[in-house]
């Protein structure tokens, strides 16, 4: 170890770095037609192009060079896109922020990674019967080096506008500094949550479940406060009656709790 405290590595950091996780958005559509168009909504809007946009947005705050994009739009719906990435030298290392803090803006990070990649699937789906449709992406960042991919949770976050987060992160494998000592993981983390701008855990309830021994590290987010209006596609809380409204309100509540707590739920009135 240096005398400022940092690691000398025998070689490049073999790190594996990995960010997984799921965003979900839920809506109410009253008829079969505003189920389609809501699934239809959903797929232009999370069409492969918006998301590569997104994902090379991610590159650039990870600090990484785009190799090579794989994007497809399925029938009926859903897109996939992965992009592998590249690593440039590292201009100064005292540069790269390895604190328990949230990540910073696109232009804050000077390095690079290689032996990398970023991908994104999507999954639109519709209730048949109570009119809930919910939204899934699911999004993985891994990356090889000293950056965490745990920098781009932020942007990522604000850009999906979900209504819950389910995040994984995980370090694997071992580097090795010049005395041959294995190193398990190269920076501090007590959560994910550390890692995310004020806002965001305003914004959300948080729910960690974290096994440190083994570097990984789980949480999950849903919103505090929620606004009906926002949750009706093609209808508005005007043209639904009182007792439509809360029932309405009762299944998107119990929707998102069971995807929040991962476990179905008894309906409300039979409880």
């Known amino acids: 170890m240096s005398s400022n405290g940092k690691i000398t590595l025998q070689g490049f950091n073999n790190l594996t770095k990995s960010l997984s996780f799921c965003i979900y958005d839920v809506c109410y559509a009253q008829t079969a037609e505003q189920k389609a168009e809501y699934i239809e909504y959903i797929d232009e809007q999370y069409n492969a192009d918006r998301l590569t946009e997104i994902l090379s947005e991610v590159c650039d705050i990870i600090g990484a060079n785009i190799l090579n994009v794989a994007r497809q739009d399925y029938e009926p719906q859903g897109a996939s896109v992965t992009i592998l990435v590249a690593e440039e030298a590292l201009k100064d290392s005292d540069d790269v922020d390895k604190t328990e803090q949230p990540g910073p803006l696109p232009d804050s990070v000077v390095a690079h990674l290689d032996k990398s990649h970023i991908c994104v699937h999507t999954y639109p789906e519709s209730h048949p019967d109570d009119g809930i449709c919910t939204f899934r992406a699911d999004i993985e960042v891994s990356t090889c080096g ?58 959300y309830q948080m729910l960690d479940v974290n096994v440190y021994q083994e570097n990984i590290f789980h949480t999950k987010m849903m919103l505090n406060d929620y606004d009906l209006d926002q949750y009706l596609f093609g209808t508005t809380v005007n043209d639904l009656k009182d007792n439509e409204a809360e029932e309405v309100a009762e299944r998107l509540f119990k929707e998102m709790n069971e995807i929040f707590y991962g476990r179905n739920m008894p309906d409300m009135k039979s409880s």
């Open 146 to 203: 000293i950056i965490s991919p745990l920098k781009a949770l932020n942007y990522l976050i604000h850009k999906l506008e979900s209504d819950i987060v389910t995040i994984d992160y995980r370090v694997r494998g071992f580097t090795r500094d010049v005395k041959g000592v294995k190193h398990y993981i190269d920076h501090d983390i007590n959560s994910i949550q550390n890692f995310m701008s004020q806002d965001i855990r305003e914004q």
